[in-house]
């Protein structure tokens, strides 16, 4: 991923200027330590850091058309830019970069271009011959992006909240799949599927179609020039992901560049779940293994760089970036600088463990349509921040557009939860890779239930930060925190130790409202709390609260001799040290483990 920053009719084309808006640009470096560029035109600005992916050598940005009329900043890759080569025969490029087709394209096409663009992608693009600009984002928000607007009139674009926060009056995250134009000033939505509606689709469930459109999702995502890997934790969705990549690397440009052997990572608490079903996975697809072991104490030390990064107080964002944020830094270490992950998938199929109370196959699709939407806040937000911090890109084949367009088409009683039928979450990707012959999992992989990231990397870590919390937030400042916090008041301490770090990173009014709230459960909507009376006496974004979804995989743990007296990965904590300086006591006398634990869940 790289960093862009943009300043638009600011009124100041002084040299004090460009400083200033080179100083803010350095803001973004982590993003793309590889090289920096900046564009002037009487007063506007192009700024951009990158992390050079395609074409090391010659890509550096900003990008131009022939006669440097028209230029572009970009941050993304373009899947598809050697097709859109062909159909630009008069013009002539200037690097081998996946992104130098846009300032072509839009000579060609004008805005439409932006439709004709299979990616993930941020850009701005101006064009001097009448200083006119246009800014789009992917459709889905895979990339972060944010405007802003100055008291001068000036309009500003930045990768990250840090770039404009202390030069703008107001400013907000720039929409998912909508394109500004300074010729109309106005946002329009460029991408209209036919799932964004909400509609029930009613297409029969093909398998075979559904396997072979997240195939080709995965095998456009190997196009590299630099080393890459994929995260593996074990669970479906980067399992499959490591599966397809490691079945069709061979022959690819990326495998003779850089060898047939896929290279695999993970992270987790010493004894959690994630290592032990990704060193599993690795073994059986013959990857080269990274694991790397994180303590709560190693967590709740990242916890302000955290927040900084990812530029969020949402609980659940915070939890799942830390343990991400700290491998991230790891796989750089290594000289890799792609990675491919597999956020979205749990969105798209209703993967959640909430999803088991979905009442009907209308509700469960406008709930998975709901979810898609707001990606750019939650776990896209997370995949780009956490890596981008060390200037690492991650790639989410799930939300690739096609592949999202056939996902979306199936008629959604196919993903409705039936255990009665055996079909549990997700059951239609997992059919459609259940291949006897030619297999791409283990079968109890392929049928892992779902773990949500920060618990799939150790239970303890949550109990830990709740832990921690403990000790910063006290009741009395609980009781304070409507008038301390009237918007998206935390109900949680461990919320409002996040919401006072963030606060003080970014204190504007703005940064407070770019971040989502309402009450959630499990990862779900607000809207969705209302499918169980009980969610709302206990609204917590872990896993663990769908309570007589995931108990039966306590209970495994516990009734098999598993529980430990410390770090407890299988179950909540009891009776132990969650890190140096932190204990945690619970004196529950008489009561039977699996009880224990299923009184703390519901507590």
């Not at 789009?136 to 001068?152: E, F, K, N, Q, V």
């Not at 013959?286 to 694991?291: M, R």
């Amino acid at each position: 991923m790289c960093g862009i920053l943009a300043v638009l009719g600011c009124s100041d084309d002084s040299q004090a200027k460009r400083v200033r808006v080179l100083e803010l640009s350095r803001r973004l470096k982590h993003r793309g330590p590889d090289w920096s560029g900046l564009y002037q035109h009487g007063d506007c600005y192009l700024a951009h850091q990158r992390l050079a992916i395609v074409d090391p050598a010659s890509g550096d940005q900003p990008l131009y058309n022939e006669d440097k009329k028209i230029v572009v900043t970009v941050n993304g890759e373009i899947y598809n830019h050697e097709q859109l080569r062909q159909l630009l025969p008069n013009h002539k490029f200037r690097t081998g970069s996946d992104c130098d087709v846009i300032a072509h394209l839009y000579e060609e096409y004008g805005e439409k271009f932006v439709e004709m663009l299979d990616g993930m992608f941020s850009f701005v693009l101006l064009d001097s011959r009448d200083n006119s600009f246009l800014v789009a984002r992917d459709a889905i928000g895979i990339t972060s992006l944010y405007i802003g607007w100055g008291l001068d009139g000036s309009i500003w674009i930045s990768s990250e909240l840090k770039g404009l926060n202390d030069e703008c009056e107001t400013f907000e995250a720039f929409p998912p799949g909508h394109l500004y134009s300074s010729k109309t000033g106005a946002l329009r939505r460029w991408y209209n599927p036919p799932w964004f509606s909400e509609s029930i689709p009613s297409t029969p469930y093909d398998p075979l179609l559904l396997r072979r459109s997240f195939e080709n999702a995965v095998i456009k995502r190997l196009m590299t020039d630099v080393p890459f890997g994929v995260l593996l934790s074990g669970g479906l969705d980067s399992s499959l992901v490591a599966s397809v990549t490691a079945r069709y690397l061979a022959g690819t440009k990326a495998a003779k560049r850089w060898g047939p052997q896929l290279h695999s990572f993970c992270v987790g608490l010493e004894g959690s779940p994630d290592l032990k079903a990704g060193k599993e996975v690795a073994d059986y697809l013959g990857t080269v293994h990274h694991e790397f072991h994180f303590s709560v104490q190693d967590g709740i030390d990242a916890i302000e760089d955290v927040i900084y990064h990812i530029e969020t107080y949402d609980v659940t964002t915070i939890r799942a970036s830390t343990p991400m944020f700290l491998m991230s830094r790891k796989i750089k270490s290594l000289g890799v600088k792609m990675v491919i992950s597999g956020e979205g998938s749990d969105e798209i199929f209703g993967g959640y463990l909430y999803f088991h109370k979905a009442p009907n196959k209308e509700e469960l699709h406008r709930e998975t349509c709901r979810k898609i939407k707001a990606l750019h806040q939650y776990d896209c937000l997370r995949a780009n921040k956490a890596t981008s911090a060390w200037g690492l890109e991650a790639r989410v084949p799930f939300l690739d557009k096609e592949f999202i367009d056939v996902a979306m088409n199936i008629d959604p009683e196919w993903k409705m939860i039936k255990p009665d039928q055996g079909r549990m979450e997700k059951w239609i990707l997992r059919k459609a890779f259940d291949d006897e012959e030619k297999p791409y999992l283990p079968k109890h992989i392929l049928y892992r239930q779902k773990e949500q990231f920060s618990d799939g990397v150790g239970y303890s870590w949550i109990d830990g930060l709740k832990a921690h919390a403990e000790l910063h937030v006290t009741d009395k400042m609980m009781r304070n925190a409507a008038h301390i916090f009237p918007h998206n008041t935390p109900t949680t301490k461990e919320a409002y130790h996040y919401r006072v770090i963030f606060e003080r990173f970014f204190p504007q009014n703005s940064a407070m409202l770019s971040v989502p709230g309402g009450a959630s459960v499990a990862c779900s909507t607000a809207t969705a709390v209302a499918w169980d009376a009980s969610w709302s006496k206990n609204l917590d974004p872990s896993g663990r609260a769908a309570v007589g979804v995931h108990n039966s995989g306590y209970e495994k743990h516990l009734t098999n001799g598993n529980l430990t007296p410390k770090l407890v990965d299988s179950g909540p904590l009891m009776n132990g040290v969650t890190a140096p300086g932190l204990t945690i006591r619970s004196d529950f006398c008489g009561v039977s483990e699996v009880q224990l634990v299923k009184s703390i869940i519901k507590t």
